[in-house]
């Protein structure tokens, strides 16, 4: 079955403790992208790839890093989380349709709380 | 930068209602515009797209036409079902950014029998 998969799903985490979030996709996708939603913001997008080993920044990419080692996964990090950064999170993968991104395959979010 | 604004919501309706969600947009190239949708609890999943102007979108009852001279790609349907409600994004990516992706707030529709 063609998915992205996140894990974990629901983390509980404190201030300044280090954290991964992983990200996978099995379908070949080039593109990757990391985004948060959070109420009355709707989604806004944190880091993106192209392809293995580039990245770029979205539109609030302090205090996250991202890496693309392999074409399948693309791990989310917070280096020194902080309560700004709880919310929900989102993976998605995509073709690349005439240079821009396709559509997006989402996938089942991570809730993050940071305390 | 480029942006998406859509109509606030939240939107309530009666079921068999018509429906029409606003969905304008500024780029600085030409982009391709989607419609996602993200039912509770879930995760968004592509509800129709358009990739040049004047293009139609459609899926399940819903349909939405890219056009370029009001920058606009508004979601209708005609009949509304219990089972539509949910959370609708508007969004767009365009080659200028190549990787980014810009989305609209949501709308939240409720539908009520």
């Known amino acids: 079955e063609a998915q992205v998969t996140q894990n974990p799903r629901y983390l509980i985490t404190v201030t300044g403790k280090k954290l991964t979030v992983t990200c996978s996709q099995n379908?070949?996708?080039?593109?990757m992208s990391w985004y948060r939603q959070d109420p009355g913001l709707g989604l806004r997008q944190i880091y993106y790839?192209?392809?293995?080993?580039?990245?770029d920044k979205g539109d609030v990419p302090e205090g996250y890093k991202v890496s693309r080692k392999e074409k399948r996964n693309f791990p989310l990090i917070l280096e020194s989380p902080s309560p700004n950064q709880t919310s929900l999170y989102f993976c998605?993968?995509?073709?690349?349709?005439?240079?821009?991104?396709?559509?997006?395959?989402f996938g089942p979010g991570t809730r993050l709380t940071v305390l | 930068g480029n942006s998406v604004t859509q109509m606030e919501g939240p939107v309530t309706l009666s079921e068999e209602a018509f429906l029409t969600i606003n969905c304008t947009y500024t780029?600085?190239?030409?982009?391709?515009l989607f419609w996602y949708v993200q039912y509770p609890g879930e995760g968004l999943q592509l509800l129709l797209k358009?990739?040049?102007?004047?293009d139609k979108g459609s899926n399940k009852g819903f349909e939405a036409t890219y056009r370029k001279e009001t920058t606009s790609f508004h979601l209708e349907k005609g009949s509304v079902q219990v089972s539509d409600s949910a959370v609708y994004f508007c969004?767009?990516?365009?080659?200028?950014?190549?990787?980014?992706?810009?989305f609209g707030d949501g709308t939240t529709l409720t539908v009520k029998p």
């Open positions: 998605a993968s995509s073709l690349r349709q005439g240079g821009r991104a396709d559509t997006q395959y």
């Open positions: 358009a990739t040049k102007a004047d």
């Open positions: 969004a767009l990516s365009d080659y200028t950014n190549a990787g980014k992706s810009t």
């Open positions: 790839s192209m392809n293995v080993e580039a990245t």
């Open positions: 379908m070949n996708h080039e593109y």
């Open positions: 780029a600085t190239g030409y982009p391709s």
